[in-house]
């Protein structure tokens, strides 16, 4: 296990249970035939006399349980049908520990000796008007004219403008209305909420030609279509919808309205009965009375959505489990994020940092709106609903061979674990330059197996884990319900990725009104970040937000306070499938390139092995044994099991739902094979054999939820007020443009002969030209191939004439596959705008000449010259011993043992902390060397703050490995160590010589 000194999670003290409410030794062992109608009627009557289960049933599925009400009318087909639906109905019943209406409930749970679990009957089931119900409710009474006439509306702050057309979404789909000036007085008149009469009053006095009903069909229009949002949607962090929405209906004087007096009494019936429903414990006759005149009212009001009541269980127990769990919780938690397969983020994000440093650089203010949008800016990442970026495809490392070769190992010795001990973990681990920065928070979840209260107590049990993204994920929706938690305070002190950052909360409506009974959840920050939605109270505005790349990854800014934001989601919503795609990115934005947290990754191949084994490390299964059933396997069923050891209990797991199949049972199997008809296979994993495993907690299906915050020092980052604003519009000059300075060339080739290039045939472009100042990047990346980058002044049509036919010359030559002019993106965050700018370019120029001289005349000394110029470009920037100081103060990232000769080598090249070039060289190295001084020195005046100089230097010290060696992370680090090293013996030699 991991010392606490090493732990990268700390319990933040509370935990929630989520369980069954009926123990697993209740649940049902006499199963119909589903091939035979009369076995599957009997069953049914059977089970639908016990009014728990039918209770249950009721509030999961009212139409399925008009059914059952009705089952002998019902054809032979459809009784089989509703056999087989009641069946998982069953099997969940007493399987799932995930909060599901009647079915599962929370409780607080207690850290502390001894460990101790008592089970009551006074479980309370909490109500309210289920989110797709109330959503057509609304939609009802926004259809009524003079209803809509006194609502307040506001124009949602997710459309976007796209040429001559606005788009935004509504539900799955996304409306394109024509950007007329109607529409676009409309949007500017309500950016904050205006009454509907006098956003139609105000367009009139407008456009006084139109008559009063065309502009009101306008904006009756844009409000069905949710462009503009009415004041009857409550925002997601208003956790009472329904009395939101009687409070803007009595506000609005709805009940007087011609039509609307009955729907509006029958709402405030049915806000009374909940109210008087949710006082009332889950065993009372009178409760569950109550909840049937609920669902009948609703039901007369409208018959949409699956259920019109939505139900949260608070269950009547007390759980206390020993230090020793937590500490297990942590040390697994540690595992799983030190075992990640992605530590520096996800591809997708890492590639999306690469294209915005590319367009903007580092440093920079960019406004968010203008980084998303899809035609001007750079949209959203690969695998977000309308990006065009091209997916990053995953290959085969060394982790996943070492996995692949440990479950083969495991499988020769028919062992059904592989036990995690340090060393196997870190041949695990995929090692990284830099130490990988972990998500600031995380839940997560335990089942805890243990025959009773004394082994837990002695530390006689397994825990199986697993991980919850963030603060809230499986907590936060029931925070309301379960009291003695503590959530709330957590939640408000929720811990950030960098320092001083200021957590705001999002929130959203999801793309399908369903999923607000997930993502409905209080307000637990003082702000908010709202998206879509119509607030009365302050939000911190889209408009107001910029995006930064720092040296390790993105920072949302606030332009006005010039704090860095950290955007938060508090529940369990499916971000990628659920939240609108502007959401999703801004809650991923400040962990793009952090360690990926998530369940315990095989690899991509191991996904297709017939048979992975249990992974394990001390008391925590990290992943259960999992099996893969082929559809081709299904008919030999038992030969399978037979080959793979397949047990008799297994969860069949689809998505985040599980199962839980007897395979010894015809209509389990039965049911099995339904699922592979509609699948085409079955991933089988290892389950609770016996209710005994569960015995410390009478044999309740369970999990407890831990949230954790990281042990990782906040990350260094610097406030918007050091970082330079620009706009995508106006950032970067297109060649040709009248303002062009530079003419910004890439040259397409193989990276090997580009020093042939450089060397050999760029004079043959510039003595023609007079020698003009010249500089060049070498580049890769995932969306190009390899090529040079040649920036030379665009002054005329001389240069482009003479880069044209020289570029002719290399490809007839088969030197270059292609040339491409485009846009240069000047790197004003890295090295300041204006006057520095052009400092820092004229470096580019002096540096990118040295290169050229040395790779000329000193081409076997390239390996030393890169360490020496790296030196030497410190001391030109900063000078003697602030020089040395700088280096001996900013570490090199961890790498290989020093290099003595190459060492050796490079102190013999140089003369101490000066910029003196060293001794033979020719004319010319040694004037493109005093020129680089020249350059250094001048740029280093337009440095005002050590914050500058910081990234100056990094920079340039980076840019002249590209320009003499390439790209090389690996030996970039190996230089950078040398270059460290020569500062600390010089700092020894001042030192020992005072």
């Given amino acids: 296990m991991s010392t606490d000194s090493k732990l990268l999670y700390r319990h933040t003290g509370a935990a929630l249970l989520r ?76 399987t799932r520990h995930t909060p599901f209406g009647l079915f599962a409930g929370v409780a607080s749970a207690e850290i502390g000796s001894p460990g101790m679990s008592r089970w009551g009957q006074g479980h309370h089931a909490v109500a309210r008007v289920d989110s797709q119900w109330l959503a057509g409710v609304i939609a009802r009474l926004e259809a009524e004219p ?45 950016s904050t909420p205006i009454l509907f009469a006098e956003l139609v009053d105000l367009l009139l006095a407008k456009y006084p030609n139109a008559d009063r009903a065309t502009i009101t069909r306008m904006v009756s229009e844009l409000v069905r279509q949710q462009v503009l949002i009415t004041s009857l949607r409550a925002p997601l962090t208003v956790v009472d919808p329904l009395g939101h929405l009687l409070d803007q209906l009595h506000a609005a004087g709805a009940e007087y309205v011609a039509g609307l007096e009955a729907l509006v009494d029958e709402l405030c019936a049915v806000d009374v009965l909940i109210r008087q429903h949710n006082r009332h414990t889950l065993g009372d006759n009178q409760n569950r009375a109550v909840r049937i005149e609920i669902g009948r009212r609703m039901r007369e009001v409208s018959t949409g959505g699956r259920t019109p009541l939505a139900i949260d269980l608070r269950l009547d127990c007390d759980v206390r489990v020993p230090e020793q769990v937590v500490r297990d919780v942590e040390d697994a938690a540690t595992v799983l994020a030190r075992l990640t397969a992605q530590p520096t983020g ?148 929720v811990p950030t990725a960098a320092r001083q950052a200021v957590p705001a909360q999002l929130s959203f409506p999801p793309v399908y009104a369903h999923a607000e009974n997930v993502c409905r959840v209080p307000k637990y920050l003082p702000d908010v970040l709202s998206l879509g939605e119509h607030r009365s109270d302050a939000a911190v505005a889209l408009d107001d937000l910029a995006v930064t790349a720092t040296r390790d990854g993105f920072r949302l800014v606030s332009l ?54 249990r992974i394990r ?102 406030t918007g007020a050091t970082a330079r604003r620009i706009s995508c519009r106006t950032h970067g000059v297109v060649p040709g443009a009248p303002t062009a300075a530079w003419l910004n060339a890439k040259l397409h080739t193989h990276p090997q002969r580009i020093n042939e290039i450089i060397t050999d045939r760029l004079p043959t472009l510039l003595d023609p030209l007079g020698g003009p100042p010249f500089w060049f990047v070498r580049y890769r990346s995932a969306t190009e191939t390899d090529h040079l980058r040649l920036r030379l002044p665009a002054d005329g049509t001389d240069v482009q004439v003479a880069l044209g036919r020289w570029a002719e010359a290399l490809r007839r030559d088969g030197a270059i596959s292609r040339l491409v002019l485009d846009t240069y993106f000047p790197e004003v965050g890295r090295y300041g705008a204006g006057e520095a700018m052009a400092a820092a370019e004229d470096v580019f120029v002096a540096d990118s000449q040295a290169t050229v001289a040395q790779l000329r005349y000193l081409p076997e000394q390239r390996e030393a010259m890169v360490v020496v110029n790296m030196v030497a470009t410190v001391c030109g920037l900063l000078e003697g011993e602030v020089a040395v100081q700088w280096l001996v103060d900013h570490p090199a990232p961890p790498g290989p043992a020093i290099d003595r000769p190459l060492f050796d080598q490079v102190l013999a090249l140089l003369r101490g902390p000066a910029t003196s070039p060293p001794d033979g060289w020719n004319q010319t190295l040694i004037q493109t060397w005093e020129r680089r001084a020249e350059a250094l020195a001048a740029y280093r005046s337009h440095l005002t ?50």
Avoid at 161 to 174: F, K
Avoid at 581 to 603: C, E, M, T, V, Y
Avoid at 657 to 667: A, K
Avoid at 969 to 983: F, T
């Fill in 346 to 493: 996800e591809p997708a994000w890492r590639d999306y940092y690469t294209v915005f440093c590319d367009r903007y650089g580092t440093g920079t203010l960019v406004p968010l709106t203008e980084v998303v949008h899809p035609d001007s800016g750079l949209g959203f990442p690969s695998g977000y609903p309308g990006s065009v970026r091209p997916s990053s495809l995953r290959t085969g490392s060394d982790r996943d061979k070492t996995l692949l070769s440990l479950a083969w190992t495991a499988l020769a010795d028919r062992r059904r674990e592989i036990v995690l001990d340090e060393p196997v973990i870190e041949s695990l681990m995929v090692s990284e330059a830099t130490q990988p920065r972990y998500p600031a928070h995380v839940e997560v979840a335990a089942r805890i197996h243990a025959t009773d209260i004394n082994a837990l107590d002695q530390g006689d049990y397994l825990l199986t884990i697993t991980p919850g993204r963030s603060l809230g994920t499986f907590t936060s929706r029931f925070a309301t319900i379960a009291p003695g938690t503590d959530l709330r305070r957590i939640y408000a002190s």
């Fill in 945 to 994: 703050d050590d914050d500058q100089v910081d990234t100056a230097v990094e920079s340039l010290l980076h840019m002249h490995h590209n320009r003499l060696i390439g790209v090389d992370r690996d030996y970039e680090i190996r230089c950078r160590r040398l270059v460290r090293q020569v500062a600390l013996t010089w700092a020894h030699r001042r030192g020992g010589s005072r």
């Fill in 617 to 718: 490390h001390g008391r925590a299964i990290l992943s259960h044994a999992r099996w893969r059933l082929a559809s081709a396997d299904a008919p030999s069923l038992e030969s399978w099991r037979e080959r793979w050891g397949v047990p008799d209990l297994v969860e069949l797991a689809a998505d985040d739902r599980s199962l839980r199949l007897d395979l010894n049972e015809p209509t389990h199997v039965a049911l099995l094979v339904a699922h592979m008809e509609r699948t085409g296979d079955a991933t089988l994993v290892e389950t609770i054999n016996d209710p005994g495993e569960l015995g410390w907690i009478g044999g309740f299906a369970h999990e407890i939820v831990f949230p954790l915050t990281s042990t990782q020092a906040p990350a260094s980052a610097p």
């Fill in 146 to 190: 003079v209803l809509l006439e006194r609502l307040k509306v506001v124009f949602t702050n997710l459309a976007v403008e796209r040429g001559s057309r606005l788009e935004a979404p509504c539900g799955p789909e996304t409306v394109s209305i024509r950007l007329t000036g109607p529409v676009a007085v409309t949007r500017a008149s309500a």
């Fill in 560 to 613: 006005t306070s010039q704090r860095i934001i950290e955007p938060q989601a508090f529940h369990g919503l499916a971000l990628q499938k659920q939240s609108p795609p502007l959401a999703r990115f801004l809650a991923h934005l400040s962990r793009g390139l952090q360690a990926s947290w998530h369940k315990f990754d095989w690899g991509g191949h191991a996904n297709q092995m017939p048979y992975l084994p």
């Fill in 19 to 94: 369980a069954a409410a009926r123990p697993l030794d209740e649940a049902q062992d006499d199963w119909p035939d589903l091939g035979d109608t009369e076995s599957c009627r009997t069953w049914l009557k059977r089970t639908w006399s016990r009014s728990t289960f039918a209770d249950a049933v009721r509030i999961a599925s009212p139409t399925f349980a008009e059914r059952l009400d009705s089952l002998d009318s019902l054809r032979p087909k459809e009784v089989r049908r509703a056999a087989a639906t009641a069946i998982r109905y069953a099997l969940r019943a007493c």
